[in-house]
């Protein structure tokens, strides 16, 4: 078995360790009914399994009972380096006592962490602005998009997710709260999902030209002729980590450049080593005109960034970069350090190796079990899709809700998305607990088979 990174001790012998009779256990149901009177609106993960974690220690999170659960979810593809890495703590205490905020002058660590971020990333990306939250640092892209082309509509991806401010809104995935409507000037496209084409070639493979074919009929007909950029998720993460295929984006790049629009690929849940690369879009050779970058940024710290390629610079000096928080000493000690890390422990490549070894085993897992319909992944950004029927591919939404509780209750910390099981373990993960968090899903899907009545 390949080796693992450095790091915090992730003996897979140690969790996970569930120590009450049932989980969660009686501190956590009491905490979290307190909590509840007064927080509204949790997500449907913590909904279906309403723990209340008290501490994080690399790939394990420890509730309040004392049960240690395997992390597969990173947060939400946050922390990337494990909880609490010694390397990001010791960087955010250091500037807690020195320096914690000084508007957007420039400080010595914003220098250090500029100037790697050039270093680390593909093409001329260096026009840049931090933030301290993804959804903030899309609106910024969108405000340069806007600034640099002086138009001012947008294309993007049903199903693709980019925060909730009106704009983020405006170009992802919108419920009936999102408000009434998206704002003008927004307009939605398909997107090629492998599994679930609109469009296909004679012998069943995916038809990337169709559906540039009906991007080019929107953008004529569908328009008002003033799209600035065509801003989409490089992996769709909150869709259930839905891959393009490969011809995608360096078509999209070309369709973007013959016809004036910038592309803007919203990063911030696939950069910094989540899919073994920088920047996901480095897997297909593609730099997009501006990017932006969050979660596993800032390992946990709030960090966040817009960047545009060279061109766009003077355009990018025109939109005002100051926030309250954003690029203040702490989040840039927590990104710098973060960088290093994945640079010092050769993390990229060890993401990589942790996907390969995991979809091969996840390709394995959908031969023994008639509910998985697609299993997909690169790096630590992996999905499983569950359907009541393989020829159908009728999404299982009761499954996924099963499988998840029953993983959870067996010690895996993750995330749910209805009949899709998102899978982002931590890119330190040792290749035997990535396989062993596999083992705890594989036998969730088992029992869940069998109470459902399949096998
Ligand atoms: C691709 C993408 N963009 C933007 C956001 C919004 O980030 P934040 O929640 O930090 O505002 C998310 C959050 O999940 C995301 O996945």
Redesign the pocket.
């Known amino acids: 078995m390949p080796a693992s990174p450095k790091g915090p001790a992730m003996s897979s012998a140690a969790f996970p360790h569930m120590v009450t009779a049932g989980v969660p256990g009686p501190r956590s149901q009491e905490l979290h009914a307190r909590a509840c009177r007064l927080m509204k609106g949790y997500s449907s993960q913590v909904r279906l399994f309403p723990v209340v974690f008290e501490k994080g220690e690399g790939v394990s999170l420890t509730d309040v009972d004392g049960n240690t659960y395997l992390d597969f979810s990173s947060g939400?593809?946050v922390t990337s380096l494990g909880h609490c890495h010694p390397k990001v703590s010791e960087a955010v205490a250091r500037y807690a006592h020195t320096l914690m905020n000084c508007h957007d002058f420039t400080t010595p660590i914003k220098v250090a962490l500029l100037e790697k971020l050039e270093q680390v990333l593909p093409g001329d990306l260096s026009g840049m602005q931090l933030y301290d939250?993804?959804?903030?640092?899309?609106e910024a892209g969108m405000r340069l998009c806007r600034a640099a082309t002086d138009k001012w509509e947008f294309l993007s991806c049903f199903r693709?997710?980019?925060?909730?401010t009106l704009g983020?809104v405006s170009c992802a995935v919108f419920k009936g709260t999102d408000g009434p409507t998206r704002a003008p000037g927004f307009h939605m496209l398909p997107r090629p999902d492998p599994y679930r084409p609109h469009w296909t070639k004679p012998d069943g493979t995916i038809d990337t030209d169709a559906y540039l074919a009906y991007y080019d009929q929107y953008l004529r007909e569908g328009t008002a002729g003033k799209a600035a950029a065509f801003v989409l998720?490089p992996v769709q993460?909150?869709a259930g980590s839905v891959f393009p295929p490969d011809d995608f984006f360096p078509k999209l790049r070309r369709f973007c450049d013959d016809r004036g629009l910038l592309l803007m690929a919203?990063?911030?849940?696939?950069c910094m080593g989540r899919t073994g690369t920088w920047l996901c879009m480095e897997h297909w050779d593609v730099v997009p005109d501006v990017v932006?970058l969050?979660?596993g940024l800032g390992n946990g710290f709030?960090v966040?960034a817009m960047i545009a390629r060279a061109p766009y610079s003077e355009a990018v000096e025109r939109i005002s970069a100051s926030t309250s928080y954003g690029g203040n000493p702490m989040a840039c000690a927590a990104a710098l350090a973060a960088i290093e890390v994945i640079e010092e422990e050769n993390l990229l490549d060890h993401s990589a190796m942790l996907g390969e070894l995991m979809l091969s085993r996840m390709h394995e897992m959908q031969r023994r079990h008639p509910i998985i319909g697609h299993v997909r992944g690169k790096g630590c950004l992996l999905g499983i899709e569950l359907v009541k029927d393989q020829r159908t591919k009728e999404p299982f939404d009761e499954a996924g809700a099963r499988v998840y509780q029953r993983a959870f209750e067996k010690g895996l910390a993750w995330i749910p998305a209805g009949h899709i099981l998102r899978m982002s373990p931590p890119i330190i993960m040792s290749p035997e607990l990535a396989l062993k968090g596999l083992e705890m899903i594989e036998d969730a899907i088992a029992e869940t088979e069998r109470e459902l009545g399949y096998g």
């Open positions: 939400i593809y939250s993804g959804t903030t640092a899309v693709d997710f980019h925060g909730k983020a998720e993460g909150w919203d990063e911030v849940l696939t932006t969050g979660k709030p966040t």
